[in-house]
């Protein structure tokens, strides 16, 4: 099946820096990706949805300043978490849409400290 | 807008019992009904899914049904093996592919 990678797997930033996370869909090209965050023991939420060339769909309570989405190329879609605090500490989990599945990549579990 | 509930929220069974998993959703646009299992510290695996124009469906020891009528889909997992145990989630979506929304999950642990 499809592969969908995230870089980094795992990172620890202190308080009021940024973070960069990328999600790329390695064997195929997604003009749709999705982000996610799961808190520990707890689902997966939607936080907004990337398109290609396009501006980024943000649900409801989602800060679209402080979680900047980019979808510059067909394979690669980023989400920077700006001035990142403790409670911005999860769990981050992006999947690509091939042939209107989603594929979901391994998540990158971010730590604010 | 949709809202999925799932339950239970852990289950633990012997090892060659069976599992099921139970979902409710809200939206009955919805029309795309996944099962992903999650291992600890990894992105969700799709393992099955259904479409509302289909009752159940079967793929070796997993089968998925799906009652439109009530809103509510189960998982059935037979002959339960140690390597089933994960954390499972339900998710329903209009469409295949679009934005989906997830159950809370749960936590199945089979006992060798």
């Known amino acids: 099946g499809a592969v969908v990678s995230q870089h980094p797997s795992w990172v620890i930033c202190k308080s009021g820096t940024s973070v960069k996370i990328e999600c790329r869909s390695l064997?195929?090209?997604?003009?749709?990706m999705f982000w996610y965050r799961q808190f520990p023991k707890q689902s997966l939420m939607l936080m907004a949805t990337?398109?290609?060339?396009?501006?980024?769909?943000?649900e409801q309570g989602v800060e679209k300043d402080k979680f900047l989405i980019n979808h510059a190329s067909l394979t690669l879609s980023t989400l920077t978490v700006t001035s990142a605090h403790p409670e911005d500490s999860s769990f981050y989990i992006c999947?690509?849409?091939?042939?209107?599945?989603?594929?979901f990549g391994p998540g990158t579990r971010l730590t604010v400290l | 807008g949709e809202n999925v509930e799932q339950h239970p929220s852990t289950l633990s069974v012997q090892e060659g019992d069976s599992a099921v998993i139970k979902c409710t959703y809200s939206?009955?646009?919805?029309?795309?009904f996944p099962w992903y299992k999650q291992e600890l510290g990894k992105g969700p695996q799709l393992i099955i899914d259904?479409?509302?124009?289909?009752g159940e469906k079967k793929d070796q020891r997993i089968a998925v049904t799906l009652n439109k009528t009530a809103k509510h889909f189960s998982l059935h997992i037979t002959e339960t093996q140690p390597e089933d145990s994960a954390v499972y989630f339900c998710?329903?979506?209009?469409?295949?592919?679009?934005?989906?929304?997830f159950g809370a999950g749960t936590r199945l642990t089979v006992k060798p």
């Open positions: 939206d009955s646009a919805s029309n795309y």
């Open positions: 259904i479409r509302s124009n289909v």
């Open positions: 064997d195929f090209q997604a003009t749709t």
């Open positions: 999947s690509a849409n091939q042939y209107n599945e989603q594929f």
């Open positions: 990337s398109n290609e060339g396009s501006k980024a769909t943000y």
């Open positions: 998710a329903a979506s209009i469409n295949r592919g679009d934005d989906m929304r």
